[in-house]
């Protein structure tokens, strides 16, 4: 009888060790629970904002998160910021991506001499400027009356080249069009033409 007892009590005292552990283990599961979800969360927002670095030719890199890229510029924001910023693809070497991607965006034209001056480029949507740095006007003109006989189109050349080349002695590989007073049609005596721009660089400040 005495034996009955000892097991009964015995008995209830485990029943009460087991309940009091499944409420420890219970606990600690649900804490581990939030834990791992507020892990999840944290890692699921720091892959949301990693960065992405935009690296410029002229030696700048921009830490931001690239929304896209369209025909002549990359959108893209800064941590933290709402605000779409822009920089023409003509500034940008290439992308790397937060998910370790590359993508090369442009190649640098090296321009040194006025003999360099085919390699410059001339541009006509002002989106493409954003991000180069500007250096100076340009022009190119034909000399009109004391040119002789030449056709429209020869004028128009020949004040391209003229503008081209005063881009290319500034060391410029880019010239952004302002004004393009340029001629067509028949030969015909002092024909005249007038190109303008502003040459831009790549920026290499800090």
Known sequence: MINLHFLIVKLAYLLII?????????????????????LF??????AAFASDKIFLHGGKTIDGKVVKLDDFKIIYKYEGEDAE???TKKA???????????????????????????KVEILLDKSEI???????EVKGKTSGYFSGYVS????????NKKMLEAAAEMGCP???????????????????????????????KE
């Open 18 to 38: 087991w309940k009091c552990l499944l409420n420890l283990f219970t606990k600690i599961f649900n804490s581990m629970k939030k834990l791992l979800t507020t």
């Open 41 to 46: 969360l944290a890692f699921a927002m720091v």
């Open 85 to 87: 910023q822009t920089v």
């Open 92 to 118: 940008v070497e290439k992308i790397q991506y937060s998910s370790g991607r590359t993508e090369q965006i442009s190649e640098k034209v090296v321009v040194s001499s006025k003999a360099d001056w085919e």
């Open 130 to 136: 954003v991000g180069l740095k500007k250096i100076g």
């Open 152 to 159: 429209g189109a020869a004028a128009d050349k020949k004040a």
């Open 174 to 204: 880019f010239v952004y069009m302002t004004s393009d007073s340029g001629n067509s049609g028949a030969f015909s005596y002092g024909k005249q033409a007038l190109k303008k721009g502003i040459a831009y660089n790549y920026d290499d």
